[in-house]
């Protein structure tokens, strides 16, 4: 297609669209010919990221089934963009009283249990960088840790590899929370249990639950270790 084809197609301005279609050509992910731009071998890279990334949640979905058959109680594991958590698998117990939450969902890290185990991972240079930016998330939480309350908690929470959250998000829900690691036992995710407080005390929480939960964690990061290790899991990209 030639840049007026593309313009007309997208409602973009022509000037736009040909200066969008030159970027795409420096990065490698379109060529120019006589016909017009055309789309290069590359760009199944992009399909090719998002399929490596599900080989591993799908490694992690049976443990977290495990231990939602083990407690009755849902199970996710969130990753943090920002100053954010995003929910990015989850396995759900259906019950009456649950909060609206689903593959995708931001929360605000400052409020969350995950928030603060992944928080607690990262060098004080990360962590700066990621309180800076404002949330993006829709959802108004009970309680919003400042920063002077998280210098105090996370170097806590980095120590003990755990943090629970006590109707901070929304009132009516617990949540513990521990990181899963990769091979240098980074913190790269975190994957977190949800009660609903008249259900479970942060008691229970810490004697029942919190066991299981570290155990999971430890054998979904030894088998995300494992398929790491796998050939296919680190093709180069074309180009690199």
Not at 52 to 59: N, P, V
Not at 94 to 115: D, E, F, I, W, Y
Not at 187 to 194: L, Y
Not at 220 to 228: L, N, V
């Amino acid at each position: 297609m030639t840049s007026a084809q593309v313009a007309a197609k997208t409602g973009l301005a022509r000037p736009t669209a040909h200066r969008l279609l030159l970027t795409l050509e420096s990065l490698g992910y379109a060529r120019n010919s006589d016909a017009g731009f055309y789309l290069t071998p590359r760009v199944v890279d992009l399909g090719m990221s998002y399929i490596a990334t599900r080989g591993l949640w799908d490694t992690a979905r049976p443990h977290m089934e495990e231990i939602v058959v083990a407690t009755n109680q849902s199970c996710s594991i969130t990753e943090l963009d920002g100053s954010d958590i995003v929910y990015l698998a989850r396995v759900v117990v259906p019950k009456v009283l649950s909060m609206a939450v689903h593959v995708g969902t931001r929360s605000p890290a400052r409020s969350t249990a995950t928030g603060d185990v992944l928080l607690a991972g990262l060098t004080p240079q990360e962590l700066a960088s990621a309180l800076s930016r404002p949330s993006r998330s829709d959802f108004v939480a009970r309680e919003t840790r400042t920063d002077a309350e998280l210098q105090t908690v996370l170097p806590q929470v980095r120590k003990q590899g755990w943090a629970i959250s006590d109707e901070r998000l929304a009132h009516g829900v617990r949540a513990v929370s521990v990181p899963l690691t990769d091979a240098q036992a980074r913190t790269v995710a975190a994957i977190s249990v949800a009660v609903h407080s008249t259900e479970i005390s942060v008691d229970q929480i810490k004697k029942e639950i919190l066991p299981l939960l570290v155990a999971t964690a430890a054998n979904i990061s030894a088998d995300w270790r494992k398929y790491g290790e796998l050939p296919m899991a680190s093709l180069p990209i074309a180009g690199k």
